[in-house]
Structure formats: structure tokens, C-alpha cells
């Protein structure tokens, strides 16, 4: 079974910047795709950020150009650095991979979450 630990949320004021890290239980190389998702209070859980195996990188148009994915396989740990937070970016994060044994075959695995509140 694979598990997923986020850290690294925080309360921070608008304007300061968070680094979230998403401990796997198993080589990140493994995963054929990882990302961040995030869920404010009374809404959906919404895409942030992907990479993939081949370290393609994907972002939400919120996340473009504020946010940063990346990973370190050697440590088994993906990244999400935030910059330049906004009050709208208050949510809980989660972490995300899937793994795909063989064709057709898709195994989702998520993190527990972790707070990020951003005060005006």
C-alpha cells in the first residue's frame, strides 16, 4: 500500500510563500504522474499542480507562474513551492500519484492533506 504524507502547511500573510512536501512511501519514480489539489471550505477539489514521470510539468491558470512542482527522487519527496500567496489560496492541499501497472489499470492514492491559511 502506498502512503502519502504531506507537510508544510502553514498561516502566512498575503504576499509570503510556503514550500509543501509530500513524503511517498515508495520511489517517486515509480509514479507515472503526481500533483497537488486543493479544497477551500464549500468548494470542490480543484487541480493545482502535475508532473510527470518525465517531469512535464502542468498548472492551474491560479497556480501559473505563483507556484512551483517539483520532486526529489533520491529523497522520495514531491515539492510545491508557493509564492506570492493570495487570501484565495486558503485551502487544504493534497497530495496526489497514480500509478499504472498495465493498460486500462489506474491506481489513485491520495494524502491525508495538509492547512494552508493566507491572512489578508
Known amino acids: 500500500q502506498v502512503q502519502l504524507v504531506e507537510s508544510g502547511g502553514d498561516l502566512v500573510q498575503a504576499g509570503g510563500s510556503l514550500r509543501l512536501s509530500c513524503a511517498a512511501s515508495?520511489?517517486?519514480?515509480?509514479?507515472?504522474?503526481m500533483g497537488w489539489y486543493r479544497q477551500a471550505p464549500g468548494k470542490q477539489r480543484e487541480l493545482v499542480a502535475t508532473i510527470s514521470r518525465g517531469n512535464t510539468r502542468d498548472y492551474a491558470d491560479s497556480a501559473k507562474g505563483r507556484f512551483t512542482i517539483f520532486r526529489d527522487n533520491a529523497k522520495n519527496t514531491m515539492y510545491l513551492q508557493m509564492n506570492s500567496l493570495k487570501p484565495e489560496d486558503t485551502a487544504v492541499y493534497y497530495c496526489?500519484?497514480?500509478?499504472?501497472?498495465?493498460?486500462?489499470?489506474?491506481?489513485?492514492?491520495w494524502g491525508q492533506g495538509t492547512q494552508v491559511t493566507v491572512s489578508s
Open positions: 496526489y500519484a497514480n500509478i499504472i501497472p498495465r493498460a486500462g489499470t489506474i491506481y489513485d492514492y
Open positions: 515508495r520511489s517517486t519514480s515509480s509514479f507515472n504522474a
